[in-house]
């Protein structure tokens, strides 16, 4: 027996936490009947429906893809933009992507069917790495850095410790090149925190994740991701950041 919202996740329906919604709002039903409660337990025989289409169990897809800017990280997009969903049309499983890049950041996103294993991947207690490209406007200063390192507060609460390191910079166009790596995923954070200090970003890059990076990519391209990666992920999703 498991709980109603994993196995709807596990299905490649949607993400747990978007199964949980959706049982409260009353669009599941199990074996024909409404199920409002959260925590719910059904069996493998139990014949579950989702807004009216019976669950099938598909077999789990994992993807790393490079995000163009300009691209939303969602399956639907209610102004008709283009999403991470059409650079996948050709693959049969539904995947959506564990945690979003904003409209105008670029870099690696993990795409896959398997919402458990999204879910505990974006929990921030996991700590997993990623590691960002910021070109700002201005040159920090080691001290201002420094504060990013240490935490600065964005929407009334702080920032967990980063790694900083200025890349290059150029004082005759005024800007700079600086890799940040954060294990949070708050709402357009690695911007906010530049924000934060004076240092508006004017194009931003994720070029890691974890153990991943997009080396010798181009955006808009993607590849599955090797078993062996796969259960390193798993692995740091169950019990957290990898020593």
Known sequence: MERLQKVIANSGVTSRRKAEQLIAAGRVTV???VVRELGTKV???????VEGI???KEEHRYFLFYKPRGVVS??????GRKTVADYFVDIPERLYPVGRLDYETSGLLLMTNDGDFANKLMHPKHEVEKQYIARVKGIPTKEQLRRLERGVVID????????VKLRSADK????????????EGRNRQVRKMFESIGF????????????LNVAGMNAGERRELSHHEVKLLKTQANFGKLK
Do not use: C, W
């Open 54 to 56: 019976e669950l099938t």
């Open 43 to 49: 069996s493998p025989n139990d014949r579950i429906e």
């Open 74 to 79: 969602a399956v639907t997009d209610d102004k």
């Open 156 to 163: 009334g609460r702080k920032t967990a410790p980063a790694k």
């Open 172 to 183: 005759a166009k005024e800007k700079a090149i600086i890799e940040i790596t954060i294990h």
């Open 200 to 211: 508006p970003v004017q194009k931003l890059m994720r070029e890691a994740y974890a153990f």
């Open 31 to 33: 074996n024909g009947e």
